[in-house]
């Protein structure tokens, strides 16, 4: 088996490609080319955290509706230091939608544009427990503003939700 690897118009190899031996969405990669791997992190997947997902529980009611309960915090621009929390529920059929409908109770509301998904290997500067990473790219709108987003996690739901997160900071508090 062979893999082929994406080189930018830098000529150098494209550090997703590298990670999860699957080339980004066409858009992403366009707008990503030339960036390592850091300033794709920083730019896609921000660092500040400023929307923290605290204390997300789940429980089935039956015919493939959940309850979800979490602590969704704001860190604020002028303090990074200061949070504010609010204990939001929801009911829904997956975890995305979910975490969705919470972002819109808290003012932030996203709509997913175009969804992508991949399985790679772990990587340095994420703790997760196992040899593989999920990845999921966003490409996210609300009202005129538009952004590529990308999250982590051990498992698709969570990095799902980490790229919503990301794509409701990119948009409401950058």
Same mark, same amino acid.
């Given at each position: 088996?062979? +893999?082929?690897?994406? /080189? +930018?118009? /830098?000529? *150098?190899?494209?550090?997703?490609?590298?990670?999860?031996?699957?080339?980004?969405? @066409?858009?992403?990669?366009?707008?990503?080319?030339?960036?390592?791997?850091?300033?794709?992190?920083?730019?896609?997947?921000?660092?500040?955290?400023?929307?923290?997902? #605290?204390?997300?529980?789940?429980?089935?009611?039956? @015919?493939?509706? *959940?309850?979800?309960?979490?602590?969704?915090? +704001?860190?604020?621009?002028?303090?990074?230091? @200061?949070? !504010? #929390? %609010?204990?939001?529920?929801?009911?829904?059929?997956?975890?995305?939608?979910?975490?969705?409908?919470?972002?819109?109770?808290?003012?932030?509301?996203?709509?997913?544009?175009?969804?992508?998904?991949?399985?790679?290997?772990?990587?340095?500067?994420?703790?997760?427990?196992?040899? *593989?990473?999920?990845? /999921?790219?966003?490409?996210?709108? !609300?009202?005129? %503003?538009? /952004?590529?987003?990308?999250?982590?996690?051990?498992?698709? !739901?969570?990095?799902?939700?980490?790229?919503?997160?990301?794509?409701?900071?990119?948009?409401?508090?950058?």
């Amino acid at each position: 088996m062979s +893999t082929t690897t994406q /080189t +930018t118009t /830098t000529g *150098t190899a494209c550090p997703f490609t590298e990670r999860f031996d699957r080339r980004p969405p @066409r858009g992403f990669a366009a707008e990503a080319a030339g960036m390592d791997w850091r300033e794709l992190l920083d730019t896609y997947a921000p660092s500040t955290d400023h929307f923290h997902l #605290a204390d997300l529980s789940r429980r089935p009611l039956g @015919r493939g509706i *959940t309850a979800y309960e979490a602590i969704l915090a +704001t860190r604020d621009a002028a303090d990074p230091g @200061r949070f !504010s #929390a %609010r204990r939001l529920t929801t009911t829904s059929c997956g975890d995305l939608t979910a975490m969705s409908e919470m972002l819109g109770q808290a003012g932030a509301r996203v709509e997913i544009e175009t969804f992508h998904q991949y399985e790679g290997r772990a990587f340095a500067g994420h703790t997760f427990t196992g040899s *593989t990473a999920w990845c /999921t790219i966003l490409r996210a709108t !609300s009202g005129r %503003r538009e /952004t590529w987003a990308m999250g982590f996690g051990e498992d698709s !739901s969570a990095a799902s939700i980490a790229a919503l997160l990301n794509a409701a900071t990119l948009l409401h508090l950058r």
